[in-house]
């Protein structure tokens, strides 16, 4: 493995453990035929208490996780997809799935996961 790419996997697998910890705080595995899918926590909501402002902030966050959950499962695949090729297919890792040609330099810095170079970047 050159030094890069281990630089590189080792970006990715700090940030998939961050992303791994947040996603526990606000969401639930749940486990399918299909491998693990994530859903927000449902929030316990007691109206009997709760006055009407409470209630709709408690909905409120767990729409925002619900959107959370998706954002961060979406990145968590993307980072899944890259230490995979890192470990079965490291000449894969760092090209452009549209052109084929090598992802720059700064794109990959800030981006290991990054599937596309700078001319596809939004294909
Ligand atoms: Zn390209």
């Known amino acids: 493995m050159s030094q890069n790419i281990a630089a590189y996997k080792t970006v990715l697998d700090e940030e998939r453990a961050a992303l791994m910890h947040e996603l526990h705080e606000i969401g639930v ?9 994530w859903e927000p926590k449902v929030v316990d909501v007691d109206a009997v208490r709760s006055d009407a402002s409470d ?8 729409s925002g996780n ?15 997809m890259a230490l995979e090729k ?8 760092g090209k452009c799935r549209i052109c084929g040609k090598e ?9 290991p996961a990054a599937t596309t170079c700078k001319t596809h970047m939004n294909q």
């Open 29 to 37: 595995p749940i486990q399918s035929e299909t491998g693990t899918r």
């Open 55 to 62: 209630v709709a902030d408690r909905l409120e966050s767990f």
């Open 66 to 80: 619900t959107a959370l959950v998706r954002r961060l499962t979406k990145r968590i695949n993307e980072i899944d």
């Open 86 to 93: 890192i470990q079965h297919n490291e000449d894969e890792f």
């Open 103 to 111: 992802i720059e330099q700064d794109r990959l810095q800030a981006n």
